[in-house]
T-cell receptor, first 117, second 113 residues
Framework: DAGVTQSPTHLIKTRGQHVTLRCSPISGHKSVSWYQQVLGQGPQFIFQYYEKEERGRGNFPDRFSARQFPNYSSELNVNALLLGDSALYLC????????????????FGPGTRLTVL | KNQVEQSPQSLIILEGKNCTLQCNYTVSPFSNLRWYKQDTGRGPVSLTIMTFSENTKSNGRYTATLDADTKQSSLHITASQLSDSASYICVVSAAPGTYKYIFGTGTRLEVLA
C-alpha cells in the first residue's frame, strides 16, 4: 500500500506569491493534519481535517488555509508568502482524528520543501 | 505554557554503543507521549506511543520510558547502528478534546563507524 504522498516535493516562490500544497492520505484514512517545520525546529501544528471538516487549527495567520476533498485528500494554501514561510510542510494521516486522547498512529508524508525568495 | 524540551540537542556516539535521549514536558493535562524518528528531509516515523498509565514501551532496539509524575520521558537506543543517525522528536498530546500535538525540537543523533 502506498503511504502518505505529498506534492510537489520542492517548490521555490517569491514573496507575495500564493502556493498550494497537496496531500493524499493512506487509503482508508479519513483524517489529515498539516505541520510546518522550520529548519532545526520541531513541526508546528497548522490544521487538522476529518471527514472534510476542520477539527483543529494552530496559531497561524489567516494567510494559511486548507480544505479536504471527498476522497480525503487535502490542500494547504498559503497567500502573500513571506520569507519566514520557508519550511518543510508535512502532511500526516490517520484513520481517526488525532485528538489528544487518541493513540491512533499518525503517518507522515515526505513533506514539501518550500523556499520563499 | 505547554512546552516540550529535549536534551541533549545533539549527540555523537560510536556504532554499537547505547544512548539515552531525554524529554521533559509541561503539558497539562497530559494524554499521551510519542517518540518519532526523522531522517533528514523526510517525514517523522512513529517509534512508540505511551499513555499516562504506561511506564515503558519497546520497539526493537528502541525502549521508551515515561514518568507521568515527574513529566519526564526517555528513549534508550541499544546497540546503535549507522542507520540510527537521525533526529528523534518527542511529542506530547494534551487531554482529549484538543487536536494539537506539542512537538519538541528534537535531538540530533549521529552514529559513527
Amino acid at each position: 500500500d502506498a503511504g502518505v504522498t505529498q506534492s510537489p516535493t520542492h517548490l521555490i516562490k517569491t514573496r507575495g506569491q500564493h502556493v498550494t500544497l497537496r496531500c493524499s492520505p493512506i487509503s482508508g484514512h479519513k483524517s489529515v493534519s498539516w505541520y510546518q517545520q522550520v529548519l532545526g525546529q520541531g513541526p508546528q501544528f497548522i490544521f487538522q481535517y476529518y471527514e472534510k471538516e476542520e477539527r483543529g487549527r494552530g496559531n497561524f495567520p489567516d494567510r494559511f488555509s486548507a480544505r479536504q476533498f471527498p476522497n480525503y485528500s487535502s490542500e494547504l494554501n498559503v497567500n502573500a508568502l513571506l520569507l519566514g514561510d520557508s519550511a518543510l510542510y508535512l502532511c500526516a494521516s490517520s484513520f481517526f482524528p488525532s485528538s489528544g486522547g487518541s493513540t491512533d498512529t499518525q503517518y507522515f508524508g515526505p513533506g514539501t520543501r518550500l523556499t520563499v525568495l | 505554557k505547554n512546552q516540550v524540551e529535549q536534551s541533549p540537542q545533539s549527540l555523537i556516539i560510536l556504532e554499537g554503543k547505547n544512548c539515552t535521549l531525554q524529554c521533559n514536558y509541561t503539558v497539562s493535562p497530559f494524554s499521551n507521549l510519542r517518540w518519532y524518528k526523522q531522517d533528514t528531509g523526510r517525514g517523522p516515523v512513529s517509534l512508540t506511543i505511551m499513555t499516562f498509565s504506561e511506564n515503558t514501551k519497546s520497539n526493537g532496539r528502541y525502549t521508551a520510558t515515561l514518568d507521568a509524575d515527574t513529566k519526564q520521558s526517555s528513549l534508550h537506543i541499544t546497540a546503535s547502528q549507522l542507520s540510527d543517525s537521525a533526529s528523534y522528536i518527542c511529542v506530547v498530546s494534551a487531554a482529549p478534546g484538543t487536536y494539537k500535538y506539542i512537538f519538541g525540537t528534537g535531538t540530533r543523533l549521529e552514529v559513527l563507524a
